[in-house]
């Protein structure tokens, strides 16, 4: 079992030469090879996670080096939970994309980019959620770095341009402070490895103990956009495409959260910086959700939503205990699928009614009733509606606060209590103004424009008439018509115009999403004793250090 450990990562990049072979020139097969290999990574990661939770964790060197000179991979009971939702919620966003005709079919470009950059995002996240070391902790987030800004510019637009410009200049300071810490810790420790470090950092300074412990966890706060280093996320998310904006929101920033549950629990027990994390957290949620409120784009907006809700996940984090710990990691599977489904909810709002803007929006609760219960279900969960899961991971957050009976416990009791009853009112709000009041007499009829190609040279610009595949009922432009507000959900300046009823494929995974938020509820008796004993794993430290350097 544990040679399995490798291949949620080798997969994903062997599958992105052949999209590269293949290309354009057979484009089925390159959908088909995404398709399958992410289906099989997500088998692997079920199979990872029941194995590693009967067995304990499992772990791989590679080359057969022993620590600290090989790298190491481990999966354990959190890897593997980590593993098994980021496969499907990938899955389901790709599924969306292939709906929308996200490949990119520019007769100038040689080769489709979605694919191979989609498929080395994947890989880079699973590296991430395996690695053993430091260093290849590092290599994971250069990865995803590459592959994320590709996406997010994919098509060329100036904002696209400017908010990837954003996003890849906040990640090479992040990735410069984290090549600083990790010299550092390889200095004072003389290794990189995490099962070492458990058993070296201990024996160092407390101050450079707390200095490493800091830059490490700045540099993971960046990366799940914790306040006040979120600046950056409102403004780059909401101008990238419908998939590629639910992987981000839904999973990269997790990825920050995961790596701080396993520096504090591994390399850092003892809670020193647990007031600070507390702190943040709180700041998160309120100023998130504050931002949230004031806002009328439906993709800002949760945004918004975003920041706030990842304070929940740092809270459960500055607590330091079994039950903090448990209630987190079962939030962070939560909040992963529950995010994913709102934001491909707002592509199908935006290809139903041709905008985000929530004031130019209405009636949809009637002319589009799936699309509302699409909305609704993911809505009332992320607001934490009893007895969903969203509840239910909240509950188990307050509970473990309450138990404390710290100030600060107290204050984040009271703080996620605001943020929860303030997430209703913003889901209700958008109730109100996209889908329960009358249809506004602004609102975009069938056919409207929302993004046209930039290039006036395009060969696509000349054929007149156009449109769009995999609708039943496309509305019928030309590609010089008057372009919307707002710039829609596609990877390339191709013309895309509103739909009486989306691709087939893009509600199926949608409802897909949905669904996989509404399984946690259902298996929630399971799931909450399997992140409980997940973070008494992660307490206990032993397991994985013995599974790496040997009883």
Known sequence: MNALVPLPVLLPLCATGLSLAFGTRLAR??????????TAVLCLSVALMIAADRQGPLSVHLGDFAPPLGITLVADRLSGLMLTVSSAVTLCVLVYSLGQGMADRDKETPVAVFHPAYLILVSGVSLTFIAGDLVNLYVGFEI?????????TLGGTGPRIRAGSTYVIISLFSSMLFL???????AAAGTANFAQLALRLPELPLGV?????????????????VFPL??????????????????????????????????????????RLGDLLMAVALASMIVGILGAVAQTDLKRLFSFTLISHIGYMVFGIGLATRDAYGGAIFYVAHHITVQTSLFLVAGLIERRGGTNELTRLGGLARSAPLLAVLFFVPAMNFAGIPPLSGFIGKLGLMRAGVADGSAWAWVLVAGATVTSLLTLYVMAKIWNLAFWRVEPPGQAAYGTVLEAADDSDD???????????GTGDEGVVTAGGP????????LQGRTVITTVRPPAAMTAATAGAVVLGLAFTVLA???????DRSAAELIARRPYVEEVLGP
């Open 180 to 186: 600083t810490a990790i010299a550092m810790t390889y």
């Open 483 to 490: 372009a919307g507000q707002t710039v829609a959900a596609t």
């Open 29 to 38: 097969f390159q959908r088909a090879i995404s398709v399958a290999v992410l």
């Open 525 to 531: 008796g399971p799931l909450t004793a399997f992140t």
């Open 459 to 469: 060969d696509d610009a000349d054929t007149g008439p156009d449109r769009i595949p």
């Open 209 to 225: 103990q707390t200095l490493i412990q800091a830059m490490l966890l700045t540099v993971f706060a960046i990366k799940a956009a």
């Open 230 to 271: 979120a600046a950056w996320l409102p403004d780059s998310y909401p101008t990238a495409p419908a998939p590629v904006t639910a992987v981000f929101a839904g999973l990269l920033t997790k990825v920050g959260i995961y790596c701080m549950l396993r520096v504090e629990t591994l390399l850092f027990p003892g809670n």
């Open 144 to 152: 995803m770095l590459v592959a994320s800004f590709v996406l997010l």
